[in-house]
């Protein structure tokens, strides 16, 4: 396979490359790129010297795959461009996800949808994949009517100059804000843009992302977005309400089959999700289970998972992994 990863000096590019060292999937040309301000420089990726490239250069070395980690201005620009040079894009951004011809991945749920027509394939949100790695087997067995979310996520869904923030203040340095207020020491309900339902446009993909992976429009779904001062690790607080009557040890059960989950669940031990025990891996955990006692049919769950791993930069290399088992590659 020959791959290319865009933005690859990225926050989320540098978490790609370690994730395809970590599944040794090595391919037989690896071609980095980034903005043209990096063309030229040197780069390491499994043990070996490489040099950036631009976007021109890196189709004309014709890869198979090329995993976007760029920004939705650049997916936009480039992604269709890389697809008529009949490579498979992979687009970490938000530029395609919505996009009724786009297909919206998460391996272990609907992977089976694709093709090798598919082009340009979409890496939903990362509060998003976390969140429907655990409903896909839910929604599948006792068929969910109401999704309740709040999620808590870390400063690096934001990217390195939020980080930065974070550590400034830590610190007590001045130095550039990334957000409105400060971040240690602090929280705010404010991810994305406000929009004019009141929402913000984070909490909006969480919505619209889920219907399209799950296929099923039908769930009535609400969100609020809470950043924390957390360097790695979304959290979710997530209430279901099903059609179907449910038994707490059914779900153990079910999550205990499920791939990509690990259940942390031993309140008596105070064993739960955390973002410390998250961070660095590539599973979802999820604990806290319990009965809503409050509604019929209804559950309350914690779902935490390392937002630039499986959120992010393993998501995207499942996809490719995947492409390349099924032979989706090439024309």
């Not at 978490?15 to 790129?33: C, M």
């Not at 929402?199 to 619209?208: A, D, F, H, Q």
């Not at 779900?251 to 008596?268: A, C, T």
């Amino acid at each position: 396979m020959k791959l290319a990863v865009v933005g690859a000096t990225g926050l989320v590019g540098r978490e790609i490359l370690k994730v395809l060292e970590e599944h040794q999937l090595f391919p037989d040309s690896f071609i980095p790129v980034a903005s043209p301000k990096s063309s030229g420089l040197p780069l390491t990726f499994n043990n070996c010297r490489y040099f950036i490239h631009t976007h021109e250069q890196a189709i004309a070395e014709k890869p198979d795959v090329a995993i976007f980690s760029a920004g939705g201005a650049t997916s936009k620009e480039w992604a269709p461009r890389y697809a008529a040079a009949g490579v498979t894009v992979i687009d970490n951004s938000s530029a395609w996800r919505m996009d009724p011809e786009i297909p919206l991945i998460v391996p272990e749920i609907n992977a089976s949808i694709l093709t090798r027509n598919h082009k340009i394939i979409a890496n939903p949100n990362c509060s998003t994949i976390q969140l429907v790695l655990v409903l896909a087997p839910l929604h599948a067995k006792y068929k969910i009517k109401r999704i309740v979310a709040a999620t808590y996520q870390s400063v690096t869904g934001t990217g390195a100059r939020a980080v930065k923030q974070l550590e400034n203040e830590r610190k007590g340095i001045q130095g550039e804000m990334v957000y409105p207020y400060p971040i240690d020491l602090n929280l705010f309900p404010h991810g994305g843009d406000f929009l004019e339902n009141g929402y913000t446009s984070e909490e909006m993909k969480l919505v619209n992302e889920t219907h399209k992976i799950l296929n099923d429009y039908s769930i009535r779904i609400t969100a609020t977005i809470v950043r924390v001062p957390v360097m790695g690790g979304h959290s979710e607080a997530i209430n279901l309400e099903f059609e179907r009557d449910f038994s707490v040890d059914d779900i153990f059960s079910l999550f205990n089959n499920s791939p990509g989950i690990i259940l942390r669940d031993d309140v008596k031990n105070n064993i739960y999700p955390m973002p410390l025990e998250a961070v660095g891996r590539d599973e979802v955990f999820v604990g806290r289970i319990r009965r809503d006692e409050s509604q019929p049919n209804a559950l309350n769950l914690f779902i935490v998972a390392d937002n630039l791993r499986k959120g992010a930069a393993t998501n995207a290399v499942q996809i490719a992994e995947y492409l390349q088992l099924k032979n989706l590659l090439g024309g």
